[in-house]
């Protein structure tokens, strides 16, 4: 794979001293292997200047849906069964070329905003295509076929238990540390009433197996919680407690309406909560007690979630959101800037349980690097206030060049892989496809 | 001027009837001649392609501050009156070289995001460094000198009485339509803790005799209102009230904190709400009632503010929070998409009092016109789901093309009119000018 040498950068990064620097960082092969205040040019095949720029850690997303990505702007201001309605039906309408473009545009607009690591949720079927979208573009994911098999489960969607298992085990077998590219395994399951309890003790030996973690969607609505607790007697947290899933530190989108008894219970098991700050926002589901989490040494992360509601995958977005939700309902000095920037990295790192491997720019880590264009919109430029200017100032679109395993993927704005005007005119073609099928069997009105 | 020919876009003329089109514009010197679905390329000296983008109304920020723009990230994560208190201070150290500076990076980016009219709160002195740097830079203003004569101002502010009425007049006389720009006057109230008595009486004199509107903030935070009540006897808005500064559609920002008996005032006396998203969140003002005023047939528009908070000036932006901070307040289904994006252009002109000339494209208007790019991150794109798309979707970056009174002031993303890197190098010098000064009179510790 050769060298890269980055040249002359601003570098932030989030190491556990967050020292920033004014230098340069040698790339060889997958890892860096060299940052200092001066490297010699000669010792790199490729040389990337990075003057006026910043240098940081690539974003890691730890709750997104890649299969919904083709779903953008399609259901909008609507209480959240009502968009499920509209988007779950059209989910199941998908083929597997669709499901692979839909992954495909959403992992081009994250790389082009500076992602270099995701979490999928993924759908019933075609989790293949979305592992072959991440192999074909070289971002780094974690990834898994999803359980719905209860009878809480729309027909549409609904599998048969032992196919999901075995689905699920296959997958594993397939994917999890597949040397031709960067995914690890997770077991999602969508919603604790969309799983069947034999499945959920079936997922928990897998996961036991091969020591991987379980992500799943909890306490996002309060009408979500009081059916669930009218259907279960409990709530998700405990119920999934109770079967033993969190036993390999597992990861839970939302808990925005949570007790005492859970929030212990989601410290004690050292649970990784993924915070999604637009789609909460937007879909009236509420703020997520995140200031109280971080004061527990709960382990906070950011993702986008979905493009069918978000409508956009940019992380920059979602800090300052994360920010700001807290800000205005627990005080300005909320969420400072840089303990909002570690969410969006090094924290979405220990989510992933990759905190040894990526989330911060330090020798020996992969080279997930992001560099980014100062502008005129973060000028004037004051490098001790860099923290507030990445949140608050800077952008999706400012995004220079992202490296991600030592492979560069966004070069001067541009991703480098692949062609974007096939895939936007593919992307096109696909939704027509999903919806046309979706309307013959009567799921979409169109 | 001549006339140019906007060709195969999709329109969103935001009209009464609220029309969408594919189709063309003419525009002729500074306003529109034709909208129609096929206009002939000869028609006009300068055709511009707008196949597969967007063609919206300009932007109107109705409520910011030019000269904090050299202020940005320098003062995060603090409550109001600490954020004040290192900002007032920096204002007051501007001489009328970096006052310009200053007021031409702000109106920079806001061109290049797509706004074509600002609504400024000024400062102390140096109103002509923000109307020349207007009128170099051809966008559209209203503009006024700000008072601050109490003794509740800080010294390094305050200004004499008669001088300010003196001046405030003056800058009246020379720039309110002068036919060199496209600035007319307002009269801008700092707070009203700033203003003395016999101000309050001279700039109501001076507003009815020029008939142009006066500018302020009011109930932003809950202690400012306690410690309004407390010297005043009653809050802003009845003090305002009482003096009779609501005769001509006074501009109120903020309004977070409102009593039913000022929503009345509010409501009987036509009085604009200039919303401000980003830096209500930010500073922990709170959430204004947005959907009530709405509901009540008040007038709301939105702004950006200051960048010595926002720290940005993109009012897509501020039209996702708007949207966004109503939705998780007050549900999923209020503040829809088409009555969020109103706000950002012609309910800004209504609030300016230019709904006749601006805020929509109707033959006859001014030609303020800003043509966006469609792109991986509004892919796939569904034109019935545009208004959508244009909150959550798209954002400053995504502008192409901006057009001010029927002159092109940014082409294919960049500012046409001057040179940006200059502009960033003298913000850079300008902001260290400032802050030595402020260092010098004790007013910063750096």
């Known amino acids: ?255 925005i309406w949570v007790s005492e008894q859970e929030k212990k219970i989601i410290k004690e098991n050292n649970v990784s909560v993924l915070h999604c700050p637009s789609c909460n926002l937007k879909a009236a589901s509420g703020i997520a007690p995140i200031t109280e989490y971080l004061r527990e040494g709960i382990n906070i992360s950011i993702g986008c979630d979905t493009a069918a509601c978000n409508d956009n995958l940019d992380q920059f977005i979602e800090m300052k959101l994360a920010a700001l939700m807290q800000k205005v309902n627990r005080g300005a000095t909320s969420m400072p800037a840089q303990q909002t920037f570690a969410l969006a990295n090094i924290e979405g790192a220990r989510a992933l349980n990759l905190e040894k491997r990526i989330g911060s720019l330090e020798v020996g880590k992969q080279a997930d690097i992001v560099i980014l264009n100062r502008n005129l919109w973060s000028t004037p430029f004051h490098d001790h206030k860099i923290y507030s200017a990445l949140i608050y100032s800077f952008n999706g679109r400012d995004v220079d060049t992202t490296i991600v395993n030592g492979k560069i993927l966004v070069r001067e704005g541009k991703v480098t892989g692949f062609d974007i005007h096939e895939l936007v005119k593919d992307a096109e073609a696909a939704i027509k496809r999903v919806t046309e099928r979706a309307i013959k069997k009567g799921l979409y009105r169109g």
């Open 1 to 255: 794979m050769g060298s890269i040498l980055i040249k002359n950068g601003y570098i932030v990064t989030m190491n556990e001293s967050l020292d920033t620097l004014y230098g340069d960082i040698l790339i060889e092969n997958d890892k860096i292997k060299k940052l200092e205040s001066c490297i010699d040019s000669s010792e790199a095949d490729v040389v990337i200047s990075a003057k006026d720029k910043i240098v940081m850690p690539g974003f890691i997303q730890t709750h997104v849906h890649l299969c919904q990505t083709l779903f953008r702007n399609m259901a909008n201001d609507l209480e959240l069964m009502d968009w499920l309605n509209i988007i779950m039906p059209l989910e199941s309408c998908h083929d597997s070329e669709t499901a692979y473009i839909s992954a495909k545009l959403a992992i081009a607009e994250m790389l082009r905003f500076g992602t270099t690591t995701i979490n999928d949720m993924g759908t019933v079927g075609f989790a293949d295509a979305a592992a072959q979208a991440v192999k074909d573009t070289g971002i780094r994911a974690q990834l898994g076929r999803t359980i719905m098999d209860s009878e809480w489960t729309p027909e549409y969607l609904r599998h048969d238990t032992e196919k999901g298992l075995q689905e699920t085990e296959d997958f594993i077998k397939k994917w999890h540390n597949n040397p031709s590219c960067n995914i690890t395994c997770g077991i999602p399951i969508r919603w604790v009433l969309n799983i069947s309890d034999p499945s959920i003790i079936g997922v928990g030996e897998i996961a036991r197996k091969y020591n991987i973690p379980i992500h799943t969607h909890a306490n996002e609505n309060i009408q979500e919680c009081e059916v669930i607790l009218q259907e279960k007697g409990m709530s998700t947290i405990e119920y999934f407690y109770k079967f033993g899933l969190m036993e390999n530190k597992m990861q839970i989108a939302h808990c």
